[in-house]
């Protein structure tokens, strides 16, 4: 005889994720998604503890969705007996928001039950989450929510954390915090205290639990290594080395992106579920017995207590799986001693000249809808907060109100202005867009006049393409907007765009133009460098490209087109120190170096473009010492043949 198995799940945000995630994500999720298994008429779920009532009691309330997860052939008393099993495993103190949650105690019921899954749309939700800035600089406030106290009493911490440029300002940290403590009251956890963020954080549960063969194997199919432990509640040896396994986990989960989401660390309990099926499915007759997987397939097993053994198979395991970069051998001190944060333009024009011209070709824009509120928001709250924030040097941010009427004039301009009438507006744009709340109501219409000029590059007049290299630029010092308009992964027309004008005007006639594309191109490159230096150092990456996002193809088309610049440029030794660093930033550490960019940079021949910029007859003489350096770097170390 079966009994049916249901998934209830509910929006822990009550609606306001849909309502605001665009906003606060710069993407659209549909809910925080709660779930708990119903089955013989009863509703089980994890937050404070597992918690069983009759469906739909719980404090829950009522599902926004029902899900049939079929039926399952184990009786009543059976899952009573693992269920009590499990509330050895999942307890309170183990709860963790993001990564051990009602999700993670659901899944493994269902998969005990009918071998069946929680929809990955679920599950997969911290991940999208956390590739946000927002959910980045959200991290730290939950994990100190759900990490154990450290000590009796208060504590101050040593040191701060600073929280990226996204979520600078008090207000999205405070939005942090509350959507942190909501969240987690709402899942049935609670805290006594508002905990301070501190810089780094270790997952406190870096272990999954396995306790069926349907769990173990989807363990194996979503992370490249895995180390598993067997073990039982009667086997001494077990807890003798069990605190070194847990200190493993910690340290090398910690170990960004690759290893952090690459390696998962999982116990089996025998004695738990069907832990003894899924040891009899890999052979595994004693315990303590170590496994080491590697793509799916078991390429070691360790048996008994010999810490320092387990240490070496660990690190040789993630070696395999994560080969260090050839880069990383490599001595490169002018590389290296290359500043990756962002290039900005920030001289101040004569504002009132601006606001005149602005004004000029607003009124000469029949199609311009509404140009009296348009020329009134100008004057009375953008070019004031503009004088007040760069003349005045006054530090306060924009309120609500020149925010948005920065928004909505911009984004009435663009639309309706031509190309040779823009630029007043993207000059005094990119001073703005220096602002996170500017920065914020910006990427719509920056995404729209990128397009539009980069379809129409031909005939684009040159202040408009200096001008709005000069924002682009800009526009890169905002992590949120980098990772918007470089990512890849939001709106597919940014990065296209963007790409296009660079490529485009790289190569343009007129030197200043070309100076300021090299800027742009450095930001683009100091932006990729950022990500991969923080991912083999270890840690989320908040600025910079994370692993997901690489792609080899994009990299082709821009490392040809910095190539073809450095080639053709002899008027601008500016010019061709931004774009050897921003070469050199494409190159180093790139995942597609040996497969793609290394065959590229010799049949580009870009080693001897390098050394014919310091050649004795180059038509452009390049005299700084730091900038001859690193072309002589560049050039020998990575672009060797």
Same mark, same amino acid.
Do not use: C
């Given at each position: 005889m079966t009994s049916p198995v249901q998934l209830y799940i509910y929006d822990q945000s009550k609606g306001l994720a849909r309502a605001m995630s665009m906003q606060f994500l710069g993407r659209r999720i549909d809910g925080i998604w709660h779930t708990s298994v119903v089955v013989f008429n009863k509703e089980i779920s994890y937050g404070r503890g597992i918690s069983i009532t009759g469906p739909g009691q719980s404090h829950h309330g009522?599902?926004? #969705?029902?899900?049939?997860?079929?039926?399952?052939?184990?009786?009543? !008393?059976?899952?009573?007996?693992?269920?009590?099993?499990? /509330?050895?495993?999942?307890?309170?103190?183990?709860?963790?928001?993001?990564?051990f949650n009602c999700n993670t105690f659901t899944d493994d019921c269902i998969g005990f039950l009918t071998g069946g899954s929680v929809p990955a749309w679920i599950k997969d939700l911290p991940a999208d989450f956390l590739s946000t800035p927002f959910g980045a600089a959200l991290r730290p406030t939950i994990d100190a929510m759900f990490s154990p106290p450290t000590g009796s009493g208060s504590t101050q911490p040593t040191t701060s954390y600073s929280l990226p440029q996204a979520a600078s300002? #008090? %207000? %999205?940290?405070?939005? $942090?915090?509350?959507?942190?403590?909501?969240?987690?009251?709402?899942?049935?956890?609670?805290?006594?205290?508002?905990?301070?963020? %501190?810089? /780094?954080?270790?997952?406190?549960?870096?272990?999954?639990? /396995?306790?069926?063969?349907?769990?173990? #194997?989807?363990?194996?199919?979503?992370?490249?290594?895995?180390?598993?432990?067997f073990t039982s509640a009667t086997c001494g040896p077990c807890r003798m080395i069990e605190p070194v396994f847990e200190e493993l986990a910690r340290a090398k989960k910690a170990g960004g992106k690759e290893r952090g989401d690459g390696v998962a660390f999982v116990k089996v309990d025998l004695g738990v579920g069907m832990g003894v099926m899924v040891a009899r499915e890999h052979n595994v007759a004693a315990t303590p017995t170590f496994g080491f997987f590697l793509d799916g397939k078991r390429i070691h097993e360790l048996r008994g207590v010999n810490a320092p053994e387990l240490r070496t198979q660990v690190d040789l395991l993630l070696y395999q799986a994560f080969p260090p970069?050839?880069?990383?051998?490599?001595?490169?001190?002018?590389?290296?001693? =290359?500043?990756?944060?962002?290039?900005?333009?920030?001289?101040?024009?004569?504002?009132? %000249?601006?606001?005149?011209?602005? &004004?000029?070709?607003?009124?000469? $824009?029949?199609?311009?809808?509404?140009?009296?509120?348009?020329?009134?928001?100008?004057?009375?709250?953008?070019?004031?907060?503009?004088?007040?924030?760069?003349?005045?040097?006054?530090?306060?941010?924009?309120?609500?109100?020149?925010?948005?009427?920065?928004? !909505?004039?911009?984004?009435?301009?663009? $639309?309706?202005?031509?190309?040779?009438?823009?630029?007043?507006?993207?000059?005094?744009?990119?001073?703005?867009?220096?602002?996170?709340?500017?920065?914020?109501?910006s990427l719509a219409p920056l995404i729209q006049v990128l397009t539009s000029t980069n379809e129409s590059l031909s005939s684009s007049p040159r202040a408009t393409l200096l001008t709005l290299l000069r924002l682009s630029t800009n526009a890169l010092g905002s992590s /949120? =907007?980098?990772?918007?308009?470089?990512?890849?992964?939001?709106?597919?027309?940014?990065? +296209?765009?963007?790409?296009?004008?660079?490529?485009?005007?790289?190569?343009?006639?007129?030197?200043?133009?070309? &100076?300021?594309?090299?800027?742009?191109?450095?930001?683009?490159?100091?932006?990729?460098?950022?990500?991969?230096?923080?991912?083999?150092?270890?840690?989320?990456?908040?600025?910079?490209?994370?692993?997901?996002?690489?792609?080899?193809?994009?990299?082709?088309? =821009?490392?040809?087109?910095?190539?073809?610049?450095?080639?053709?440029?002899?008027?601008?030794?500016? +010019?061709?120190?931004?774009?050897?660093?921003?070469?050199?930033?494409l190159i180093r550490l790139s995942p597609s170096y040996q497969e793609q960019l290394a065959p590229l940079l010799n049949v580009l021949g870009v080693r001897e473009t390098l050394k014919g910029k310091l050649a004795e007859g180059a038509e452009l003489k390049v005299r700084k010492k730091e900038v001859r350096v690193l072309l002589e770097e560049v050039a020998d170390q990575l672009c060797k043949p």
């Open positions: 009522q599902p926004v #969705r029902i899900m049939d997860m079929g039926e399952t052939a184990v009786d009543e !008393q059976t899952f009573e007996e693992y269920i009590e099993e499990m /509330s050895e495993h999942y307890t309170a103190d183990k709860y963790h928001l993001l990564d300002n #008090r %207000t %999205t940290n405070a939005a $942090a915090a509350a959507t942190a403590r909501a969240l987690a009251s709402d899942s049935g956890y609670s805290s006594n205290s508002t905990p301070t963020p %501190t810089p /780094s954080n270790p997952n406190p549960n870096p272990i999954h639990v /396995s306790t069926d063969p349907a769990s173990f #194997r989807r363990l194996l199919g979503a992370h490249r290594a895995v180390v598993a432990m970069h050839p880069h990383t051998s490599l001595d490169l001190p002018a590389i290296s001693s =290359l500043s990756t944060e962002p290039i900005l333009f920030t001289q101040v024009p004569a504002l009132d %000249t601006v606001h005149d011209k602005l &004004v000029s070709f607003i009124d000469s $824009a029949p199609s311009l809808p509404n140009p009296s509120k348009i020329k009134d928001d100008l004057a009375q709250s953008v070019f004031p907060w503009l004088k007040q924030r760069y003349v005045q040097k006054s530090k306060a941010a924009p309120n609500y109100a020149v925010a948005d009427a920065f928004r !909505q004039t911009t984004t009435a301009l663009v $639309a309706h202005l031509p190309a040779a009438s823009i630029f007043p507006l993207l000059d005094i744009w990119r001073l703005a867009i220096l602002e996170p709340a500017i920065a914020q109501a /949120s =907007l980098s990772r918007s308009l470089l990512a890849g992964g939001g709106d597919v027309r940014a990065r +296209a765009a963007l790409t296009g004008v660079l490529i485009n005007t790289l190569l343009h006639p007129d030197r200043l133009v070309r &100076v300021a594309a090299a800027s742009l191109a450095f930001n683009v490159g100091a932006w990729v460098q950022r990500g991969r230096i923080g991912r083999v150092r270890g840690g989320d990456v908040v600025d910079g490209i994370r692993d997901g996002e690489e792609d080899g193809e994009w990299e082709v088309e =821009l490392v040809s087109a910095v190539a073809e610049a450095l080639a053709s440029e002899e008027e601008s030794e500016d +010019a061709v120190h931004r774009l050897t660093a921003t070469l050199a930033f």
